[in-house]
């Protein structure tokens, strides 16, 4: 009976988690305006599979191949990528829960998720279309599969193969999902086993890492992942090293404050207590080792590359507050009085996210990328109608757009691809003969450029191309930054 009455427990507080989940994800899911890399992954899924290509070579392979599916549905292509990314969102807290019952500690799968939903960071990426939340729900996996692999009493090759795979799967989500094979190859590596059969610790690791690698080197010929060399430092060891200290200290900077840091503290209290020293020792080196990794070879991070780490800190601060009973009073207090600032963080973040995201405590990174500059939306959907009108007055125009894409060009193209009346022209802006393109193209139908404010700088437009004249300008409501649609007038 005890037993019937505490799985009816356990079902009800996984339910309220998810409906908690979803009143903190679905009013917002438009909050943030189209971001230039989602913008970058609908249009490649718009035209699955003339750009599968670019989608191998940028390492996002899982995530891509989705978006094109749900293309189909009639939808918005954001709000569909974005739905994606809010089932990812629940699938991490599921995860988690799940890792919870393979420790026999379902309270603490249960706090964890809880706390993963307070948290800036997973609020913000479980609602843009961008496979970080899908990495983030594999990683939660990864780490139940890895828990699972520590509790049996002799596991085989074949279990090892079973997690190998799976951050194989991680690492074609997104290419860094390869650093979670430190959670299967730490689990390995710090089982108990007698001195005897320790030789099999490694044996597995190598089994788990074959397999993990087994999936790169397929597409190993095609580059996988190649358009992420620029984010790599590591070739240049002597700027490498001087980069090193400043990713440690970003990092540190977002997990303070988009963890944020009174979960990191509830985490670290579970160090202090000798029964549960170990597993909290193997779920902060796993997470410290990402970083880590992150950070040496690193050029280039956003808070959003650390969003896998959440989950095992995340996981250790659940096992910390489930086994508060076993601790002193004092501390059980502070992690009460944590636990409550943590959560009425992440309602007061929630809030200020729907309300407006420009007024929520975004990290510095964020709030540049998806609010202040060229890569935030803003006015797309103004720009888009404007088109579409100037294309029912002239009964058809070309738009054109340079080489290198950026949101102002991939969003119309997003939202005007059905339109038939609208030609796309991609033209070389620093060519030489650029301006005699531009002309040749006009002499056909009216044409149209639509440019941020960085390109008429990069372009010298004002000089170069003096028949471009400019018809309407939208401000970034939060920056100086501004979009402007052009129409070639002789």
Same mark, same amino acid.
Request: glycine fraction near 6%; hydrophobic fraction near 50%; proline fraction near 6%.
């Given at each position: 009976m005890d037993g019937d009455t505490s799985e009816r427990n356990e079902r009800s507080a996984l339910l309220l988690l998810c409906?908690?989940?979803?009143?903190?994800?679905?009013?917002?899911?438009?909050?943030?305006?189209?971001?230039?890399?989602?913008?970058? %992954?609908?249009s490649r899924a718009q035209h699955f599979p003339d750009q599968f290509r670019s989608t191998i070579h940028d390492g996002k392979l899982i995530h891509e191949l989705l978006?094109?599916?749900?293309?189909?549905?009639?939808?918005?292509?954001?709000?569909?990528?974005?739905?994606?990314s809010v089932v990812c969102g629940w699938l991490t807290v599921i995860g988690l829960w799940l890792s919870g019952k393979i420790v026999a500690d379902q309270r603490a799968g249960i706090l964890a998720g809880l706390l993963y939903i307070c948290s800036p960071l997973a609020i913000v990426h479980d609602l843009l279309a961008?496979? *970080?939340?899908?990495?983030?729900?594999?990683?939660?996996? &990864?780490?139940?599969?890895?828990?699972r692999l520590n509790q049996m009493?002799?596991?085989?090759?074949? !279990?090892?193969?079973? &997690?190998?795979?799976?951050?194989?799967?991680?690492s074609l989500v997104k290419l860094p999902g &390869?650093?979670?094979?430190?959670?299967?190859?730490?689990?390995?590596?710090?089982?108990?086993?007698?001195?005897?059969?320790? !030789?099999?610790?490694?044996?597995?690791?190598?089994?788990?890492l074959i397999v993990t690698l087994l999936a790169l080197a397929a597409f190993a010929p095609f580059n996988y992942g190649g358009a992420e060399s620029h984010k790599v430092g590591a070739l240049n060891l002597t700027l490498q090293v001087e980069r090193l200290g400043r990713n440690l200290y970003q990092i540190g900077e977002w997990i303070t404050i988009a963890?944020?840091?009174?979960?990191?503290?509830?985490?670290?209290?579970?160090?202090?207590?000798?029964?549960?020293?170990?597993? !909290?020792?193997?779920?902060?080196?796993?997470?410290?080792?990402?970083?880590?990794?992150?950070?040496?070879?690193?050029?280039?991070? %956003?808070?959003? %590359?650390?969003?896998?780490?959440?989950?095992?800190?995340?996981?250790?601060?659940g096992l910390s507050l489930s086994q508060h009973r076993q601790r002193r009073k004092a501390l059980r207090g502070i992690s009460a009085a944590l636990t409550l600032i943590t959560c009425l963080w992440g309602a007061f973040f929630a809030f200020q996210y729907i309300r407006n995201p420009a007024y929520a405590p975004l990290t510095t990174a964020d709030r540049h990328q998806y609010v202040e500059t060229w890569t935030a939306g803003y006015h797309v959907a103004e720009i888009v109608y404007q088109l579409r009108t100037e294309a029912e007055q002239s009964g058809s125009i070309i738009l054109a757009s340079p080489?290198?894409?950026?949101?102002? !060009?991939?969003?119309?193209?997003? %939202?005007?691809? *059905?339109?038939?009346?609208?030609?796309?022209? *991609?033209? *070389?802006?620093q060519a030489t003969d650029a301006r005699q393109q531009l002309g040749d193209l006009a002499a056909q139908r009216p044409l149209y450029i639509a440019l941020d404010a960085e390109e008429i700088v990069a372009f010298d437009i004002e000089r170069r191309f003096p028949e471009l004249k400019r018809i309407r300008e939208w401000r970034n409501p939060y920056s100086a930054m501004t979009f402007f649609l052009y129409v070639w007038s002789p």
């Amino acid at each position: 009976m005890d037993g019937d009455t505490s799985e009816r427990n356990e079902r009800s507080a996984l339910l309220l988690l998810c409906i908690l989940f979803l009143t903190t994800r679905l009013p917002g899911l438009m909050a943030i305006p189209l971001f230039n890399d989602e913008a970058v %992954y609908l249009s490649r899924a718009q035209h699955f599979p003339d750009q599968f290509r670019s989608t191998i070579h940028d390492g996002k392979l899982i995530h891509e191949l989705l978006l094109a599916a749900l293309t189909h549905l009639p939808l918005d292509p954001l709000v569909s990528g974005r739905l994606l990314s809010v089932v990812c969102g629940w699938l991490t807290v599921i995860g988690l829960w799940l890792s919870g019952k393979i420790v026999a500690d379902q309270r603490a799968g249960i706090l964890a998720g809880l706390l993963y939903i307070c948290s800036p960071l997973a609020i913000v990426h479980d609602l843009l279309a961008i496979p *970080d939340a899908m990495l983030a729900s594999v990683a939660s996996f &990864v780490l139940a599969l890895s828990l699972r692999l520590n509790q049996m009493s002799n596991p085989h090759r074949w !279990h090892a193969a079973g &997690v190998g795979a799976l951050v194989a799967l991680a690492s074609l989500v997104k290419l860094p999902g &390869v650093f979670l094979f430190a959670l299967p190859a730490l689990t390995m590596l710090m089982r108990a086993m007698p001195p005897e059969q320790r !030789h099999r610790r490694w044996e597995m690791v190598r089994t788990a890492l074959i397999v993990t690698l087994l999936a790169l080197a397929a597409f190993a010929p095609f580059n996988y992942g190649g358009a992420e060399s620029h984010k790599v430092g590591a070739l240049n060891l002597t700027l490498q090293v001087e980069r090193l200290g400043r990713n440690l200290y970003q990092i540190g900077e977002w997990i303070t404050i988009a963890m944020p840091l009174s979960a990191l503290i509830i985490a670290g209290t579970g160090l202090a207590t000798s029964q549960t020293r170990r597993q !909290h020792l193997f779920l902060f080196l796993s997470a410290g080792l990402f970083c880590l990794a992150l950070a040496v070879i690193g050029s280039v991070l %956003y808070p959003r %590359y650390i969003l896998p780490v959440w989950v095992p800190i995340l996981f250790a601060a659940g096992l910390s507050l489930s086994q508060h009973r076993q601790r002193r009073k004092a501390l059980r207090g502070i992690s009460a009085a944590l636990t409550l600032i943590t959560c009425l963080w992440g309602a007061f973040f929630a809030f200020q996210y729907i309300r407006n995201p420009a007024y929520a405590p975004l990290t510095t990174a964020d709030r540049h990328q998806y609010v202040e500059t060229w890569t935030a939306g803003y006015h797309v959907a103004e720009i888009v109608y404007q088109l579409r009108t100037e294309a029912e007055q002239s009964g058809s125009i070309i738009l054109a757009s340079p080489l290198q894409p950026r949101l102002i !060009h991939l969003g119309p193209t997003i %939202y005007l691809n *059905d339109d038939p009346r609208i030609a796309f022209i *991609d033209i *070389d802006m620093q060519a030489t003969d650029a301006r005699q393109q531009l002309g040749d193209l006009a002499a056909q139908r009216p044409l149209y450029i639509a440019l941020d404010a960085e390109e008429i700088v990069a372009f010298d437009i004002e000089r170069r191309f003096p028949e471009l004249k400019r018809i309407r300008e939208w401000r970034n409501p939060y920056s100086a930054m501004t979009f402007f649609l052009y129409v070639w007038s002789p």
